[in-house]
């Protein structure tokens, strides 16, 4: 069996595991494993950009934003996306957030490293800019209440059958990105990541495939977007802030970049810390702060790079004992 | 290996008697009245939070956490400030720990983001702090179980403009922060400032956080007779002395968070003269206030602001419910009833409720002074009210149909017909 295969198996089995798993625990942990869930999505998308594309985004909070207050305005306005047409909103939340990366990705993509991430930065402001300013829209500061979640057939106000709803949207997510960075161009995306210049020589577009990634990325910022409103039920101003893609980026460091479940755990592993820990010790700031540093320091390629780590010293020990076997041989 | 074997046993004890302790602990607090507590512990309004959890605990401990023979049991949930966090938080505390009530929510999108929780889940929830102007009024159908112990912003406003005009003051220039406590506060103060005839014009409206007021001192207009200025946070220590220092003179009057006790220790002398309008000074000349300052300062090293305040109250007020009902708890709807048609004697004075469950209470007008007073021995900045208005309501002299036939205060209402 392939390392690869024996990777999409544990996935499959931890996935498994989860589904099996969550809805039998308190409904507290149902909600911050679906919180969890939902947010993922964004952080996986980062992962495409950071991991594989070798581009650091501080704006993805935008097309989150975007998803979001779409579904909530779509809810409280129109009454559009709170029965059947919920599929119609989620595909409307994906490519307008796609169209925004799209518009966004025209002035970013043309800068690497920092300047990348400054003009994402300053175009995911913008975004915050409109929502905060634009009350007649977005409800200024004050944010949108989503009235209740989409009933179609199914009840989702029921926590355990949302968890589910968005535990599907998580795994279908997660397959598509896979299928994407195992192929040609999710393989292109990573040698653009190693080497842009050879790529150039090769004949590669290597912008379009990094406009491509950006827009992808959007698109499943978008999708973050739509479910996060209604895991949470209320879209505010704060859901695109600064702080939302910093964390966000923070996520994807954490559970190993160019690795797409590691945004998964980053992300599972900060808001455990941030809304689990918080109401049992209060000084869960410091174990953040202490995990944050401890894996810049010590593990560079996140938390996905332990069993890595790991083979690797145990292989180093048995070199060795090997060599020694061989000499005593001799 | 025998080592590593005994250390483990040895752990084994230790780990049964916790697993034992986990056990017992829950059983002990069945008949206790539970009450989560939703403040932000960290994040930049970490010292309101303070404010928040010391007022209510001070009563807690003033009552040895006993209301009418009924242990209470307080659960602070940190919500950072973000509106998600906080409705995760009191999911939380109504599902894994059956709290009874809900008490807290700061900004105004944590008590929007937490109403909607309370009615879903049909648990109690009272904003002891949130004021924004509509839950209480034309959002109130949406929220049964939901009760307002503090304020709306543009309560204290209302009588505020009577007061200005009554000054004299005949055009007045408005700069306030840039978000919806800006635009309730303004709105509130214009409307009743320029029904008795007087006139708003200019509204200026720096973003939330602004440090540097440069680019809009120059702008105030000069034939104001005063600036109304609201002002937030590190906003309100840096604006009246940036003013000031522009060599302006006129009066400034400021709403409600512009002078109050949380900001009002750190700023200087260029503040002396200043009037503001709120429903609490710690400088209230009243034996119940002073008691409350000397205790609250002697606990927590600081002056009382109405954060701690108003926590305080309403812990004081679930007490009265409690002892109405013998210690038992009623049920959410019983209680809101009981809440609502409490009087109480607060240490910021009287207070009632109005049929859109807001308080109603007095609004003091009050002028920043250098003085010496409960028997410190330093002449310290306190807000000295020099007027009082009693039993004000969220409507002022309206009538509640005809304001609330008016949309919510904001940006652009009431419209500033008199701007040049």
Redesign the interface.
Same mark, same amino acid.
């Given at each position: 069996m392939t390392r690869a295969r024996c990777k999409v198996l544990i996935v499959i089995a931890a996935l498994a595991a989860i589904a099996l798993v969550v809805p039998h625990s308190?409904?507290?942990l149902i909600?911050?494993a679906t919180?969890a869930l939902a947010f993922s999505i964004l952080v996986m998308s980062l992962d495409l950009l950071l991991g594989f594309a070798g581009l650091a985004s501080l704006g993805q909070a935008a097309y989150l934003g975007v998803g979001a207050y779409l579904t909530a305005i779509l809810a409280t306005r129109y009454q559009f996306g709170l029965g059947y047409d919920f599929g119609l909103v989620v595909a409307l939340g994906m490519f307008m957030s796609a169209a925004l990366a799209a518009v966004f990705g025209l002035l970013a993509v043309r800068a690497t490293g920092v300047y990348f991430l400054m003009i994402t930065l300053a175009l995911g402001q913008c975004v915050w800019g409109l929502a905060? #300013?634009w009350?007649s829209l977005t409800g200024?500061?004050?944010?949108i209440?989503l009235p209740h979640r989409p009933q179609f057939g199914i009840d989702l106000a029921n926590e355990v059958t949302f968890f589910y709803v968005v535990f599907g949207f998580f795994v279908v997510s997660l397959s598509i990105m896979y299928t994407l960075v195992r192929s040609p161009f999710g393989r292109s995306l990573v040698g653009i990541r190693e080497r842009e210049p050879r790529m150039k020589i090769l004949g590669y577009n290597t912008w379009l495939h990094k406009y491509l990634a950006f827009i992808i990325a959007g698109a499943f910022g978008g999708l973050s977007g739509v479910l996060w409103a209604h895991t949470?039920?209320?879209v505010?101003p704060?859901?695109v802030v600064l702080t939302t893609s910093v964390d966000a980026l923070l996520m994807t460091v954490l559970g190993g970049p160019g690795t797409l479940v590691g945004g998964a755990i980053g992300a599972a592993v900060v808001l455990f810390i #941030?809304?689990y820990l918080?109401?049992l010790v209060?000084w869960w700031?410091y174990v953040l702060g202490g995990v944050y540093i401890l894996v810049i320091l010590y593990l560079p390629g996140g938390l996905m790079s332990i069993p890595e780590r790991i083979r690797r010293r145990a292989a180093r020990a048995e070199a060795p004992a090997a060599q020694s076997l061989a000499a005593a041989k001799l | 290996m025998t080592g590593k074997l005994a250390r483990r046993l040895s752990r084994m004890p230790v780990a049964a008697a916790l697993l034992l302790a986990m056990q017992l602990a829950p059983a002990a607090a069945q008949e206790a009245l539970r009450i989560g507590v939703v403040a932000p512990?960290?994040g930049i309004f970490a010292q309101v939070g303070a404010d928040m959890t010391n007022g209510f605990k001070m009563y807690l401990d003033q009552t040895n956490s006993t209301f009418a023979g009924t242990k209470v049991v307080p659960i602070i949930?940190?919500s950072?400030g973000?509106?998600?966090?906080a409705?995760?938080?009191a999911?939380?505390l109504i599902?894994?720990d059956h709290v009874q009530m809900l008490v807290g929510g700061v900004?105004?999108?944590e008590g929007?983001?937490l109403a909607?929780?309370s009615t879903a889940e049909k648990t109690v929830y009272i904003s002891s702090v949130t004021a924004?102007d509509d839950l209480t009024q034309r959002q109130l159908p949406n929220f049964p179980y939901f009760l307002r112990t503090s304020w709306t912003s543009s309560q204290p406003m209302h009588p505020f403009g009577q007061w200005a005009c009554d000054q004299g003051y005949k055009k007045i220039a408005a700069i306030a922060a840039?978000?919806?406590f800006g635009y309730e506060s303004v709105g509130g103060f214009q409307k009743a400032f320029e029904d008795c005839g007087g006139k708003i014009i200019q509204k200026i409206w720096p973003p939330i956080g602004t440090k540097d007021f440069g680019p809009y001192i120059p702008t105030i207009k000069p034939d104001a007779d005063a600036v109304f200025s609201l002002m937030v946070g590190p906003m309100a220590l840096q604006f009246p002395k940036q003013l000031r220092d522009s060599g302006y003179t006129s009066p400034i009057v400021g709403g409600s968070v512009s002078y109050d006790e949380s900001a009002l220790p750190f700023m200087g002398d260029e503040v002396i003269g200043d009037v503001s309008a709120e429903q609490y000074s710690a400088a209230l000349l009243t034996p119940a206030n002073e008691a409350f300052v000397k205790t609250y300062r002697a606990k927590y090293g600081k002056v009382p602001s109405y954060f701690s305040e108003s926590n305080y109250t309403t812990a004081m007020m679930i007490d009265d419910v409690m002892k109405e009902t013998g210690g038992k708890w009623p049920g959410s709807q019983a209680f809101i009833a009981k809440l609502a048609a409490l009087k109480v004697d607060a240490p910021r004075g009287p207070l009632s409720f109005d049929d859109m469950r807001n308080v109603v209470q007095n609004i003091y007008i009050k002028k920043v002074e250098k003085t010496m007073l409960f028997g410190y021995d330093k002449p310290e900045l306190w807000d000295m009210v020099i007027k009082t208005y009693p039993a004000v309501s969220q409507f002022w002299t309206y009538g509640k149909d005809a304001f609330l036939k008016q949309p919510v205060y904001?940006?652009d209402f009431p419209a500033c017909k008199y701007c040049e």
């Amino acid at each position: 069996m392939t390392r690869a295969r024996c990777k999409v198996l544990i996935v499959i089995a931890a996935l498994a595991a989860i589904a099996l798993v969550v809805p039998h625990s308190t409904s507290f942990l149902i909600l911050l494993a679906t919180r969890a869930l939902a947010f993922s999505i964004l952080v996986m998308s980062l992962d495409l950009l950071l991991g594989f594309a070798g581009l650091a985004s501080l704006g993805q909070a935008a097309y989150l934003g975007v998803g979001a207050y779409l579904t909530a305005i779509l809810a409280t306005r129109y009454q559009f996306g709170l029965g059947y047409d919920f599929g119609l909103v989620v595909a409307l939340g994906m490519f307008m957030s796609a169209a925004l990366a799209a518009v966004f990705g025209l002035l970013a993509v043309r800068a690497t490293g920092v300047y990348f991430l400054m003009i994402t930065l300053a175009l995911g402001q913008c975004v915050w800019g409109l929502a905060y #300013r634009w009350n007649s829209l977005t409800g200024g500061d004050n944010g949108i209440n989503l009235p209740h979640r989409p009933q179609f057939g199914i009840d989702l106000a029921n926590e355990v059958t949302f968890f589910y709803v968005v535990f599907g949207f998580f795994v279908v997510s997660l397959s598509i990105m896979y299928t994407l960075v195992r192929s040609p161009f999710g393989r292109s995306l990573v040698g653009i990541r190693e080497r842009e210049p050879r790529m150039k020589i090769l004949g590669y577009n290597t912008w379009l495939h990094k406009y491509l990634a950006f827009i992808i990325a959007g698109a499943f910022g978008g999708l973050s977007g739509v479910l996060w409103a209604h895991t949470a039920g209320i879209v505010s101003p704060e859901n695109v802030v600064l702080t939302t893609s910093v964390d966000a980026l923070l996520m994807t460091v954490l559970g190993g970049p160019g690795t797409l479940v590691g945004g998964a755990i980053g992300a599972a592993v900060v808001l455990f810390i #941030r809304e689990y820990l918080s109401t049992l010790v209060h000084w869960w700031q410091y174990v953040l702060g202490g995990v944050y540093i401890l894996v810049i320091l010590y593990l560079p390629g996140g938390l996905m790079s332990i069993p890595e780590r790991i083979r690797r010293r145990a292989a180093r020990a048995e070199a060795p004992a090997a060599q020694s076997l061989a000499a005593a041989k001799l | 290996m025998t080592g590593k074997l005994a250390r483990r046993l040895s752990r084994m004890p230790v780990a049964a008697a916790l697993l034992l302790a986990m056990q017992l602990a829950p059983a002990a607090a069945q008949e206790a009245l539970r009450i989560g507590v939703v403040a932000p512990v960290t994040g930049i309004f970490a010292q309101v939070g303070a404010d928040m959890t010391n007022g209510f605990k001070m009563y807690l401990d003033q009552t040895n956490s006993t209301f009418a023979g009924t242990k209470v049991v307080p659960i602070i949930e940190d919500s950072q400030g973000k509106p998600d966090l906080a409705v995760t938080k009191a999911r939380k505390l109504i599902l894994e720990d059956h709290v009874q009530m809900l008490v807290g929510g700061v900004l105004a999108t944590e008590g929007y983001a937490l109403a909607p929780v309370s009615t879903a889940e049909k648990t109690v929830y009272i904003s002891s702090v949130t004021a924004a102007d509509d839950l209480t009024q034309r959002q109130l159908p949406n929220f049964p179980y939901f009760l307002r112990t503090s304020w709306t912003s543009s309560q204290p406003m209302h009588p505020f403009g009577q007061w200005a005009c009554d000054q004299g003051y005949k055009k007045i220039a408005a700069i306030a922060a840039d978000y919806a406590f800006g635009y309730e506060s303004v709105g509130g103060f214009q409307k009743a400032f320029e029904d008795c005839g007087g006139k708003i014009i200019q509204k200026i409206w720096p973003p939330i956080g602004t440090k540097d007021f440069g680019p809009y001192i120059p702008t105030i207009k000069p034939d104001a007779d005063a600036v109304f200025s609201l002002m937030v946070g590190p906003m309100a220590l840096q604006f009246p002395k940036q003013l000031r220092d522009s060599g302006y003179t006129s009066p400034i009057v400021g709403g409600s968070v512009s002078y109050d006790e949380s900001a009002l220790p750190f700023m200087g002398d260029e503040v002396i003269g200043d009037v503001s309008a709120e429903q609490y000074s710690a400088a209230l000349l009243t034996p119940a206030n002073e008691a409350f300052v000397k205790t609250y300062r002697a606990k927590y090293g600081k002056v009382p602001s109405y954060f701690s305040e108003s926590n305080y109250t309403t812990a004081m007020m679930i007490d009265d419910v409690m002892k109405e009902t013998g210690g038992k708890w009623p049920g959410s709807q019983a209680f809101i009833a009981k809440l609502a048609a409490l009087k109480v004697d607060a240490p910021r004075g009287p207070l009632s409720f109005d049929d859109m469950r807001n308080v109603v209470q007095n609004i003091y007008i009050k002028k920043v002074e250098k003085t010496m007073l409960f028997g410190y021995d330093k002449p310290e900045l306190w807000d000295m009210v020099i007027k009082t208005y009693p039993a004000v309501s969220q409507f002022w002299t309206y009538g509640k149909d005809a304001f609330l036939k008016q949309p919510v205060y904001s940006r652009d209402f009431p419209a500033c017909k008199y701007c040049e």
